[in-house]
């Protein structure tokens, strides 16, 4: 017995080092999965807070923890309202994962841990529209809306699991909307890969004023001795620049270690090696329009200037007060996925592109610019447009090669916005129609907006 006992007193010694090990391992070198969820956490977590105002215990439940990956369910968070930072890590401990509040630019993921670093100076915003007015001017919505529109609006597997906001504009003023529970029209939501279409825009404002030009190559420095000195801009912005990036977001890949562990994004892709021929090759990347975004940030200027540009020559000649670009730890603005605004604000997005770049009969985007921005890519299959937008809807679980607007009676010209998790502005010039649908939907529940696109063209016909 008494051998028995020393044999146990030693196990439990061994198992008490073995955790206490673990422990520190996970506490000073945690894994990167760990390190992309505690990440991912505090940041969701925190722009939801701090831009839409919701609770940080329903976005860390709902947002976080209900769609995604096992191990953030295990994660907890951490706010600090008078700091305006959110920590989060696996078990409230692991993982570190760190983002902080800026004035005017939202919330910013500081993998390193250097909030100081991560400062920015105070980012104007737009100018407000006049609450008392019809949308789009103001945000009025009249109460008489057509009743085709309402029946489609409440039909649940039209709308889709998770939805969040649906806004329909007819002939430029709103003729049906609805909203999910806890969700209302002063709502910011997150439009993921939607914000690559507007960081094309914002292009646009520098090339109409002589700052940029979409041929234009030799875009870096360091891509001067090699063969991506051929990449030009329009390149990146049509995903042909050759450049490799895994967009896989199921692990650690490119682009959640680009968002999540590096707090200069633009230099992670900036770094990456060809790995296709330049032009020819088609491959989906948040990576390039972190580029993108640095590049024109550069042509700018000023960075200070850089920051205050999209509201300035945008958001703001548009009336979009909602809208919150976000930027990494060193300043660039996260173009490929962090753009927060109300489904309305989404909506003016949207009628602007179908008015091709004109509001309030001001040019804003050079003529022929949303033309070209539209034109097919030729190595996409005649998927993607030249300026960061789809010619085609969500897949949703379409099997691979087929058209995934197969089987709906979808306008010839419709051209979509899209974000990973069931973000969709749909556009479609010929029957003067846009419909925004914003949700947390993600893509293995198979849901497909052109249903509901093609039942309200049919309707308003």
Known sequence: MRR?????????????????????????????????????????????????????????????QAPGHPLLRLMSVDVDDSAGTVRAGLFGIFGKGLAVVHDGAGCSNVPDGDIAAAALGPVPAATAAKSDALWPEGDKVDASQNPAIAAILDDAGLAGPGMRAIVVVQNGRIAGERYGEGFSAATPLLGWSMTKTVTAAIIGTLV???????????????????????????????????????????????????????????????????????????????????LLSRLW??????????????????????????????????????????????????????????????????????????????????????????????????????????????????????????????QTVAIVPSANLVVVRMGLTPSKLHYKPQAMLAALVAALK
């Open 297 to 422: 940030q550069d042509a700018v200027g000023d960075p200070a200037k850089a920051l205050a540009w999209p509201h300035e020559k945008l958001f703001g000649p548009l009336g979009m007060t909602s809208a919150v670009l976000e930027a990494d730890a060193r300043g660039t603005f996260a173009g490929s996925s962090y753009l927060y605004a109300t489904a309305h604000d989404w909506a003016r997005f949207g009628q602007f592109l179908m008015q091709e770049g004109v509001w309030n009969s001001t040019r804003v985007l050079p003529e022929g610019y949303v033309a070209w921005m539209r034109e097919a890519v030729p190595a996409s299959n005649g998927e993607y447009g030249r300026g960061q937008l789809w010619l085609r809807g969500p897949e949703g679980g379409s099997p691979e090669g087929e058209d995934s607007d197969a089987g709906f009676d979808l306008p010839a010209d419709a051209f979509w916005m899209q974000g990973h998790d069931g």
């Open 4 to 64: 028995l006992g020393k044999i146990l007193k030693w196990l439990v010694a061994l198992v008490v080092v073995a955790v206490a090990g673990l422990s520190a391992w996970l506490y000073f070198a945690p894994p990167d999965l760990i390190r992309v969820g505690s990440g991912y956490a505090a940041k969701i977590v925190c722009s939801n807070v701090f831009i839409a105002g919701r609770d940080a215990g329903q976005v860390l439940a709902d947002d976080v």
């Open 208 to 290: 109409g004023e002589g700052r940029m030009s979409v041929d234009k190559t030799g875009l870096f420095e360091q891509w001067k001795a090699d063969g991506r000195a051929a990449i030009s801009l329009a390149d990146l912005m049509a995903m042909s620049s050759g450049l490799a990036f895994n967009e896989d977001y199921g692990d650690v890949t490119d682009v959640t270690r680009m968002l999540y562990l590096e707090p200069d994004m633009a230099s992670f892709a900036e770094a990456k090696p060809l790995a296709g021929e330049v032009g020819k090759v088609f491959s989906y990347s948040s990576g390039t329009t972190l």
